[in-house]
């Protein structure tokens, strides 16, 4: 990948001077109904991040800072959806 994308938990990359706030990026990952597995779990928050570096990039960034990750189940036990939330600010940093 030639467009790379620096992703922080953080309000900073370190080593790095944020030369402007573009705005609120999202990327989503489902589970789909059925046993939840390490793997399905994977597969689902690489999709997620997939969407938050494709929608950073789109708008021209090149770092996501405030990365918060939230999960949401539903269903029945042993047979459930999970939802994977990737939010974070879209940046420009030198």
Do not use: W
Not at 29 to 52: E, P, R
Not at 53 to 66: F, H, R
Request: aromatic share 6%.
């Amino acid at each position: 990948m030639t467009n790379q994308i620096e992703i922080a938990t953080s309000d900073t990359i370190a080593n790095k001077k944020i030369v402007s706030h573009i705005g609120v990026v999202v990327g989503v990952g489902t589970v789909a109904f059925g046993a939840i597995t390490t793997n399905k779990a994977k597969g689902a928050y690489i999709k997620a991040m997939s969407q938050l570096k494709s929608s950073a990039l789109e708008k021209g960034a090149n770092a996501v800072i405030s990365l918060t990750v939230t999960t949401n189940g539903s269903g029945f036990p042993f047979f459930r959806a999970q939802t994977i939330i990737l939010t974070g600010t879209a940046v420009k940093v030198d």
